[in-house]
């Protein structure tokens, strides 16, 4: 398969690029160059921000009815399901997503999106009616916002662009997509949907670049606002910049989230759970529970039986079935995870399964080995900043009232659990831990409930009414003359 690209998507054709700068994905697998694709500059951003700008400003699509729009995003997601298989291959290609779990969530999660937010648009308020105050009659619009800049991450990069895509357009908006340098293809699959679809020239429009790139497209005066997902430092600068320039964001940003295991929790249970919400995606997510806290009575056990599975798991080519621990997505990302494994070390971590050096059998790719600390300290670097590799740490708690303290003790807010089999002592504990999401013995992403994070983890929510409603400015007309006596 074929996955050089020679062109953009914009204003609703296969544009040639403004230079002959290419980038190179690059399979973390093999190390060898899987595709080439033109790399945005400064003239590519212009010239797609240029085209939203005239479909918003000029064209049909903020002007139909929301009924109009919600039948050109149903047909979309018709053509968008029809690809799934397509869509995993291809980002377990481009950065090393273990085959299963793409297609458990890298094609079919962003689809399932699809069809929740249309369920949301069909049912939402875009206009309504309400008595004023002062006697008269308002009626309160949700208009959308304008041009939006979808930038999302590697890591899952349909997952990602999706929840910013869909709302955006069910609202009225156009938008810019600006995919992440490592992972481009499976934008260009996308863009192809979108093509066939049927959008007006300029509506969605897809631009592969690297940051700097990004930085144009940010502070664009043509962009209205801003949709990232990514690191905090990267959150930080762009919220710096949306808010000099007054620009709307939405900032999906990093995690360090802890899952608080209580004493009459089944060790199977948690271990099981953890395999999927400590290392999906090959520790790779935001949301990854990667601080594990333990009463001290449980903590060797529970640290011993993690170990066990982290040294069970089966790492190697992420287009194998029995792939469950892929390759980091780049070599520097392979890097700096080793380099936090060396840090537990010396800061006085245990180390009770991994540590430094490939996993057996492989000796190329950018592989980590799956590594479990105990006795972690709640201060060290390793349980204080986020990782982003199949790294877990365990930390012992004197009851749930420390527990508690230690989980809200961190710079993030985006997730957790809580592994108990006591449901009202588990959400107990869920309404008193910071994170804008919470499990109770799991973890998931309704995209029917607001997703998102407090603190360093973010500003703005995705999915369910309120992820729409990120994508609309409010508006309130007067229609009668209050009686003021």
């Known amino acids: 398969m074929n996955l050089d690209r ?38 590519d951003i212009d010239t797609a921000v240029a085209a939203a700008r005239r479909a918003f400003d000029e064209g049909p699509w ?24 397509d869509m995993a291959e291809v980002i377990s290609t481009e950065m090393g997503s273990p085959i299963t779990f793409s297609n458990l969530a890298q ?20 206009e309504a009616t309400r008595p004023g105050a002062l006697g008269g009659d308002v009626l309160v619009r949700h208009e959308p916002v304008g041009v939006v800049a979808a930038i999302p991450p590697w890591n899952v990069p349909q997952f ?34 979108f093509a066939e679809a049927g959008l007006p020239p300029g509506v969605v429009n897809f631009v592969a670049a690297g940051r700097e790139v990004g930085e144009r497209l940010v502070a664009h005066p043509g962009v209205d606002k801003v949709a990232f997902t990514g690191s905090t430092a990267a959150g930080r600068r762009i919220g710096a910049v ?38 999906m995606n090959s520790g790779q997510a935001c949301v990854a529970q990667t601080r594990v806290l333990v009463s001290r009575s449980r903590h060797d056990e529970v640290a011993d039986a993690l170990g066990e599975m982290a040294a069970a798991l089966v790492v190697g080519d992420p287009l194998e079935e029995a792939t469950e621990i892929g390759p980091m997505v780049a070599q520097r990302q392979q890097e700096r995870v080793r380099g936090y494994i060396g840090t537990g070390q010396s800061e006085g971590a245990r180390l009770v399964a991994g ?15 799956p590594t479990v600390f105990a006795g972690v300290d709640n201060g060290m670097r390793i349980a204080r900043e986020e990782i982003f590799g199949p790294v877990l740490s365990v930390i012992g708690y004197d009851d749930v009232e420390d527990a508690v303290r230690i989980a809200n003790d961190s710079d993030y807010g985006l997730a957790g659990t809580v592994w108990t089999a006591d ?63």
């Open 355 to 369: 540590g430094d050096g490939m996993p057996e059998g492989l000796d190329r790719g950018w592989y980590v080995r």
């Open 62 to 85: 903020p002007r139909m009815t929301p009924e109009e729009r919600i039948e050109v995003v149903a047909t979309f997601s018709a053509l968008y399901a029809a690809r799934l298989g």
């Open 160 to 193: 990602t662009v999706m929840s910013k895509v869909v709302p955006a357009l069910l609202a009225g908006c156009t938008v810019v997509v600006k995919p992440a340098p490592e992972s481009p293809l499976d934008c260009y699959l996308m863009a192809e949907l």
């Open 6 to 43: 020679e062109t953009f998507y914009i204003d609703g054709t296969w544009a040639a690029p403004a230079t002959d700068a290419v980038l190179e994905v690059v399979s973390p697998h093999s190390e060898e160059v899987v595709a080439r694709v033109p790399a945005g500059s400064r003239a």
């Open 107 to 126: 094609s079919p999660a962003p689809w399932m999106q699809v069809e929740a937010f249309l369920g949301i648009a069909r049912g939402f308020p875009w």
């Open 242 to 279: 949306c808010g000099e320039q007054l620009k709307r964001c939405s900032l999906e940003l990093g995690g360090k989230s802890a899952a608080i295991v209580l004493d009459d929790a089944d060790l199977d249970a948690v271990v099981e759970g953890l395999k999927f919400v400590g290392f």
């Open 423 to 485: 449901q009202d002592a588990g959400l107990d504990v869920a309404r008193r831990v910071r994170t804008g999401t919470y499990g109770v013995n799991t973890y998931t992403m309704d995209f029917a409930a607001p997703f998102g994070g407090f603190k360093a983890s973010g500003i703005g929510r995705e999915f369910g009414p309120e992820g729409l409603a990120q994508y609309t400015e409010l508006k309130s007309v007067y229609l009668t003359v209050p009686d003021l006596g």
